[in-house]
């Protein structure tokens, strides 16, 4: 059996690695978009929380107990799970200054670098919060009003932080294969 | 190398990384998180930084941010927007150059509905550009009349920029609400005086149209009923005192869901975009708010905004002229950076200076904002220019960029005046009892 010559063999890795990289991509595209439906959903949720706390003052003259709690909770959760999908969306503001000027190749590769800093802070910050949100789970915080314990607030940090390290990641990957088989 | 010199290389390597395509969000987070462990020291820094993305998110008067934004993303799909283009044309159209000026006028009464300048830009964008297209309207003069109306989202109440900078600052959000009024009215009527001072010199640029009857301006304007009774409740409410911030950010979110609904247009297609456009804006806003605690942090911790405040004072330069020259560095540095960015990445020596000069922090928000406001229309990277190029692909930056000039010098008026008649800021929250007179 004849063995494919080099040229072939490098295209051949690379069209894989770069199918493996969108698909990658896609599906965290997919994950992303559902964290963050659930994310706008709970914002939703706050909304109408905030409606009826209103609504409650005026009707029957106290505040609904433990709003407060319950809305910081929701735009816990719509925050920082909408920050993947942002990434995924290329959402997160980008200054167009000079790269412009450079050609598609070293924007690819600069845009390359950037996501695979986004991927490194996050994952740096997401290392620092897991130890902080161990330390309120052990000494078992809680919220004020309706004692929610303080972790559940973390845990959208960390989610967040999570998906949005796998995010970038995943954009690191498509945009150091994309084009692989030319360059 | 001296603690604040680090803080200034710090200042400079994010703008270096945003310039080469770094998102600004990440740029402000590395160099605040590497020039913390630099400052401090790894076990101090990292048990500081620890915590802050939580502190950045979890306030509950932060709360009032996705409100906004979800209050905007579904007014923009409720379609209010056509109806308060017809309802000021029919009071202007007749005028030359009176449908730009009725653009001007509806972004004006949405950006109080939506407190976001792309998001208004580029709804009225689709609404504005093709009816002037149609009525033989200059190109440059129809898109920069939706591109600097756009603007107006910015400063008329409820902005977003406003509101952060509120918390930044610890300002009451209501008495920035107030103090950003009247400049929002005056940058209007500038914005229409522009348009006026462009089709006196060029009539052909902004034809009449016929004018409309009295039934039908009655009807037009009754049309527009929804809008003003959104503004009214979220604004009203603040100011009346019946709603917080938030519960009339939550109130107002609840009504432009309800108006969608109740408008027909609130399909399970524009609920899923709504919500996507809710995400994006969401996770952008507070991501960069996130990199901005910890750029802030290590800016706090290397001494520059002492240093900084300590240098100006030893130069002896009269207060007036340090707060120009601040604000000449707001416009360059708004050409190049988008207004959020540029205020998380400045507000600490900025407001430190600000401060020490004895400056109403009230009256520096409202000539931040409008500062910020300029850059969103200044070349190269005017945001709302690019929008307005999205919205309407044979639009070139050039004939834009040509165009909105006459919108800059009446900004550069506004903003003249403002410095000069602080009252223009200071009167309204003062009337209200929200600021110290």
């Given amino acids: 059996m004849t063995p494919p010559d080099p040229p072939h063999r490098d295209t051949a890795l690379g069209g894989g690695a770069r199918r493996i990289a969108r698909a990658f991509a896609r599906a965290m595209e997919r994950t992303t978009r ?3 439906g659930v994310g706008i959903a709970a914002l ?3 909304i109408g929380l905030v409606v009826v706390d209103v609504a409650w003052r005026r009707i029957g003259s106290q505040s609904l107990i433990g709003a407060v709690d319950l809305t910081q909770l929701c735009v816990m959760a719509a925050a920082f799970l909408s920050i993947p999908y942002a990434f995924m969306r290329g959402a997160h503001v980008t200054v167009d200054l000079f790269a412009s000027r450079f050609g598609p190749r070293a924007t690819r590769l600069l845009d390359a670098a950037g996501a695979a800093l986004s991927a490194a802070l996050v994952a740096f910050l997401l290392y620092l919060s897991w130890g902080r949100a161990m330390e309120q789970w052990r000494y078992g915080d809680v919220s004020q009003d309706l004692a929610i314990p303080m972790i559940a607030y973390w845990a959208f940090v ?3 932080f999570a998906l949005s390290a796998l995010a970038a990641l995943s954009l690191f990957l498509e945009r150091l294969t994309a084009g692989e088989a030319r360059g | 190398m001296n603690d604040p010199l680090i803080g200034l290389f710090g200042f400079l390597a994010v703008l270096a990384l945003a310039a080469l395509r770094v998102p600004i969000a990440i740029a402000m987070g590395a160099v605040g998180a590497l020039g913390g462990i ?7 820094a990292s048990y500081v930084m620890a915590s802050l993305p ?3 998110v979890f306030p509950y008067g932060l709360s009032v941010v996705p409100l906004f934004i979800f209050m905007g993303v579904f007014a923009a799909h409720s379609g209010l927007s056509g109806n308060l283009y017809a309802g000021v044309h029919a009071f202007m159209g007749h005028l030359r ?3 730009a000026m009725a653009t001007v006028g509806a972004c004006g009464v949405f950006g109080a509905i939506c407190g976001s300048s792309l998001a ?18 200059d190109p440059g003069l129809a898109g920069a009349s939706v591109a600097a109306g756009g603007t107006l989202g910015v400063l008329i109440p409820p902005s977003i920029l406003l509101v952060i900078y509120a918390l930044l600052t610890e300002q009451s959000i209501g008495a920035l609400f107030a103090a950003a009024m009247i400049p929002g009215a005056l940058a209007a009527l500038l914005y229409m005086g522009a348009i006026r001072v462009r089709v006196g010199r060029d009539p052909a640029a902004g034809p009449a149209v016929e004018k409309a009857s009295g039934a039908a301006r009655l009807q037009a304007f009754w049309r527009m009923w929804d809008a003003f009774l959104l503004i009214v409740l979220v604004i009203g409410g603040i100011y009346a005192g019946i709603f917080s911030p938030t519960e009339a950010a939550a109130i107002g979110a609840g009504g432009a869901l309800l108006f969608t609904a109740l408008r027909g247009k609130l399909t399970l297609s524009t609920l899923g975009k709504g919500m996507q456009e809710t995400a994006e804006l969401t996770g952008m806003i507070f991501l960069i708010l996130i990199g901005a605690a910890l750029f802030n942090f290590f800016i706090e911790a290397s001494g520059l905004t002492t240093l900084l405040v300590e240098s100006i004072t030893a130069a002896g330069l009269p207060p007036m002229a340090v707060l120009v020259l601040m604000l000449v560095f707001y416009v360059i540095l708004g050409c190049f950076m988008d207004s959020l960015s540029m205020i998380l990445l400045t507000v600490t020596p900025a407001f430190g ?3 020490a000069f004895g400056f109403d922090p009230i009256w520096f928000g409202v000539l931040l904002v409008s500062v910020a406001e300029i850059g969103l229309i200044t070349p190269p990277i005017g945001m709302n220019l690019f929008v307005i190029q999205g919205v309407s692909r044979e639009l070139s930056l050039r004939v834009l960029s040509r165009g909105i000039l006459p919108f800059i010098a009446a900004d550069g008026l506004r903003v003249a005046l403002i410095l000069l008649i602080p009252a223009l800021a200071l009167w309204l929250p003062r009337q209200l009892g929200l600021a110290g007179g």
Avoid: N, Q
């Avoid at chain 2, 630099?38 to 101090?44: E, I, V």
């Fill in chain 1, 44 to 46: 939703a949720v706050a």
């Fill in chain 1, 158 to 160: 960390l989610l967040g």
């Fill in chain 1, 34 to 36: 559902l964290f963050a």
């Fill in chain 2, 97 to 99: 150059g009176g449908l």
């Fill in chain 2, 353 to 355: 200076i600000v401060t």
């Fill in chain 2, 120 to 137: 208004t830009c580029a709804t009225m964008g689709r609404v504005a550009l093709p009816e002037m297209r149609d009525r033989g309207y």
């Fill in chain 2, 38 to 44: 630099l400052l401090m020291g790894w076990r101090s």
């Fill in chain 2, 54 to 56: 939580f502190e950045a």
